[in-house]
């Protein structure tokens, strides 16, 4: 298992060149935030990266592929096919002929170049240029090792789109997920953490034990997860970067989806004693535990707002599962989810948006299980997507997308789906088997 530090320090910003007019407003960033219903997505023109020499031609082209992967599956951007490409980029110091780009609807041009240097390190460039001024937007270089190649897309793909949105990018991310394998009635599942796009999968546990609701820390890479095995479950912490694992505790009974709050420092959880459940946070350093709630009812899947002042979570203290938002100290909790459409829905596994804003969950009615989102004071409920069998909810670190798994049931099994929370642009994330319980990392940096 490698343990080589994943975080941006390894990607040197070398000098050579500069991010160019940042202090201008983008007229992008603006029909970003258009009415997504009515929204289009931007033409952009992504050139090959120029190999800096005969063996730099592959990378470059991995490079190129996997940044136009990146912003199609994004929603908000639409890739324009090379054969429209009427100039064929020659060089990455000269501007493009912008009347060329004009003329296929192009409004951005990426222009790259991928080199191996004499030490052995990768060096990848690029440009973002607008095609209506003819300015350079952005420009930026990375030397680094070269089996990350992959990572320097990831990050110029993140420059690309917040330099076009005016809101950070999501694509330096992973996402750790529960791999399943084998037929449905004795699955084998692992623990597994990939790129969020898919690629680099590898797997953190063997599939010995029974492993359940995996879920990032917010500030590390570090992850905490659930493990049935001999005895009492567990509750573990594996830190990625070294693959080196503790456990939190061995709790009598069962304990349910823990989740670490904002600054990474406690964990909180629901502990069952008896028919009932309630929600319990530990403080890592101390390991001492605080009741939060004391209800004979089921509270589960707590979540913290992003600013930690905050808690939501699953309870049936009014009889079937709903929505409550409470102080992050304990206190009086507030039911927020209410489907005035259908009476007899529940709510389950929120989770709070990184932006604060809103809270993701999944709602059980009439035979479907709806992904939507609803405001923390319970007003504006949406409806994403609906279906049988969705479940479990994660935000991308920036809050614009939301991944989830869906079970069709039967000999099938489960698959990751990405979609805006808009409700638009929904996709399958490629994954080698079934794929469960996803949760997605903060940026890599």
Known sequence: MSKVRLDRRRFILASGLTLAALSQRSAFAQRIR???????????????????????????????????????????????????????????????????????????????????????????????????????????QYVTQPEFWRRIAHIISDQIYERMTGEKGYFDSRVVFVDESGPSERRVKKLAIMDQDGANVRYLTRGSDLVLTPRFSPSTQEITYMEFGQGDPKVYLYNIETGQR??????????????????????????????????FVMDLRSKSTTRLTDTPAIDTSPSYSPDGSQICFESDRGGKPQIYVMPAQGGQAQRISFARDDVNASYSTPVWSPRGDCIAFTRQGGGQFAIGLIKPDGSG?????????????????????????????????PSLYTIDISGRNELKVPTPGFASDPAWSPLLS
């Open 34 to 140: 258009i009415d997504p219903e009515g929204f289009q997505p931007i033409p952009i023109a992504i050139t090959n990266f120029l190999p800096g020499g005969p063996s730099d031609a592959d990378v470059g082209n991995g490079i190129t592929g996997v940044i136009t992967n990146n912003l199609k599956r994004s929603g908000l951007f639409a890739p324009i096919d090379p054969a429209a490409f009427i100039e064929q980029i020659q060089s990455f110091d000269k501007p493009p002929q912008f009347a060329n780009w004009k003329s296929i609807n192009a409004q951005a041009i990426v222009t790259g170049r991928a080199t191996r240097q004499s030490d052995g390190r990768l060096r990848g460039e690029f440009r973002l240029w607008d095609v209506g001024s003819g300015q350079q937007l952005a420009a930026q």
């Open 246 to 279: 503790e456990i939190v505790g061995n709790f009598p009974g069962m304990s349910f989806s823990p989740r670490f709050s904002p600054d990474g420092q406690r964990i909180i959880m629901s502990l069952q004693q008896g028919g009932n459940s309630n929600l």
């Open 381 to 413: 409920e949406r409806i994403l997507t609906s279906g049988f069998h969705n479940e479990g909810p994660t935000f991308s670190p920036n809050g614009r997308v939301l991944m989830f798994f869906r079970d069709p049931g039967g000999t099938g099994g």
